[in-house]
């Protein structure tokens, strides 16, 4: 009866260590599609990853309460329940559209990974430590090469090991080597943690990718018609022989008011596909607005909701087109993990102080701009030294490129809206919008004045007639940007239907 109960448990056990190795499987296949394909519809992730958070947290639950759990097997739960519960967290910002917030809860779980790694190690280190030295000890021991040496020469460490298991190796020195041991052990943990970072960064697997809104549509200038409206008064139809006089007005009185109406007669957007948007799209596709993050200065100047957010929403009426929930930014080495064809079109850089980029970041802007087909919208946010500073960022990143002043009648400054006059807020580094140009294509388009500061809810104090046309202007330097992105993918073949 008990050998037939025991063979019962044990077949138990093995079921449930194999429904646990085939979630974990599931989970782990979940996680590559997240990373390398995102084939996979959100549902079916949410399920999966929802689910092996509460399985191994259930799991990790029961074990604790269990009579003859091990401690070792207990912590290994709970060490994987942790990453379950991790990732959870940050796919679903992610998907929410909390960027910011992903980006926060993936850099504090790296680092709990690292501390739970670094615990594992330490103890998978001290116990194949001490297995090595009683295995070692068992050997001289059992040695009869030489039976008359003693007891103390027999077990006598020999210096001249290499194994970094071996507590006695030569490089650890005669004191304190199992300290010594244990920095190594660290360092050793660290570089190899650090590595697998550092190629988790640069492999395709960890790229992120900057889709559009698919459809299509025309560039041409919205047209502004103004159209007369009559208005014509209450009239009261009355009794002439009434008591209760009455001022009958004419019949002819009439008030006309003047309203102008801006009217779509077309789609906005480039290509021939259905909707507003672009060709080279995808139907999950969406505006997105990027603020680009760097050293030396105040990059996030009026940064997200009150500015680049109201930007974001006025292109997403002034356009149809679908935009993101949440604005963005980006560092510039985040710029490397977009692949060519799917990058962001556009970036938008501001701020009033210094701007400090090294060669290799200065190498990753000239990447996006030339080869990823990219776009840099500068803006002046209120100095004439980063005025300075932007005019020597970009002689750096395009050495062999010039500024030149941007004319009004720039397709920049005409689709969708003929922008007649430069807004501005203040002329921090002039009244005209410099532009550099590679093979006639705008890659960087620099406002002197501030713009971003209109778009703020106070709009700065200016007038309404400026900040709309700072709207406009706004949505032109997207529009272009993104439009003229959709005609180098169509070049590139890569349009798909």
Not at 16 to 37: E, K, N, P, Q, Y
Not at 310 to 322: D, F, G, I, Q, W
Request: net charge positive; with cysteine.
């Amino acid at each position: 009866m008990n050998s037939a109960m025991q063979q019962d448990l044990t077949g138990s056990r093995k079921k449930h260590d194999r429904f646990t190795a085939v979630v974990g499987l599931v989970w782990s296949l979940a996680i590559a599609d997240w990373f390398l394909t995102q084939k996979s519809p959100a549902w079916i992730t949410a399920i999966i990853f929802v689910g092996g958070a509460a399985y191994f947290c259930h799991l990790a639950r029961k074990t604790s309460k269990h009579k003859d759990y091990t401690l070792t097997k207990l912590n290994l739960l709970r060490s994987f329940a942790y990453v379950t519960i991790w990732t959870l967290v940050v796919w679903s910002a992610d998907v929410i559209g909390f960027r910011e917030a992903s980006v926060q809860f993936a850099r504090c779980g790296t680092g709990g990974c690292f501390c739970i790694g670094l615990a594992w190690f330490v103890w998978g280190m001290e116990h194949a430590s001490q297995r090595f030295e009683s295995q070692r000890l068992a050997r001289v021991k059992s040695s009869t090469l030489d039976r008359h040496q003693s007891s103390v020469e027999i077990i006598k460490p020999t210096w001249q090991s290499w194994h970094p298991l071996n507590i006695h190796a030569w490089y650890y020195g005669r004191r304190s080597p199992r300290l010594r041991q244990s920095l190594a052990g660290l360092m050793s943990y660290s570089f190899i943690f650090m590595l697998l970072l550092l190629v988790c960064s640069q492999i395709n697997g960890c790229q992120e990718l900057y889709e559009m809104p698919a459809g299509g549509g025309v560039q041409q200038t919205i047209a502004q018609t103004v159209k007369l409206q009559k208005v014509i008064k209450k009239k009261f139809v009355i009794n002439p022989f009434s008591a209760i006089l009455f001022r009958v007005p004419p019949i002819d009185e009439i008030k006309l008011q003047l309203t102008e109406i801006t009217k779509h007669a077309y789609t906005i957007g480039y290509g021939a596909g259905e909707g507003a948007g672009f060709a080279g799209g995808k139907k999950q596709g969406k505006v997105r607005f990027i603020r680009l993050e760097y050293t030396g200065g105040d990059w996030d100047q009026d940064f997200g909701v009150g500015s680049d957010l109201n930007m974001l929403a006025e292109y997403n009426v002034r356009t149809s087109h679908v935009v993101a929930a949440q604005t963005e930014s980006r560092t510039i080495e985040q710029l490397r993990s977009f692949p060519v064809g799917a990058s962001p079109p556009m970036v938008f850089m501001t701020g009033q102080g210094s701007i400090s980029i090294s060669s290799a970041q200065t190498k990753i802007l000239r990447e996006y701009l030339l080869d990823k087909h990219g776009m840099l919208f500068i803006d002046n946010g209120g100095s004439p030294h980063f005025h300075n500073q932007v005019i020597a960022m970009m002689k750096n990143i395009l050495p062999q490129v010039r500024p030149a002043a941007i004319p009004l009648d720039d397709v920049i400054h005409r689709i969708p809206y003929q922008i007649p006059f430069l807004p501005y807020v203040a002329p921090h580094g002039g009244k005209e919008a410099l532009g550099w140009r590679v093979d006639g294509k705008l890659v960087c388009y620099y406002h002197p004045g501030d713009i971003a500061d209109a778009w703020a809810d106070d709009h700065a104090g200016v007038s309404p007639e400026i900040w709309e046309a700072c709207y406009q202007l706004g949505t032109n330097v997207i529009f272009y940007a993104h439009s003229e992105y959709s005609k180098w993918l169509s070049s590139r073949g890569t349009t798909k239907e």
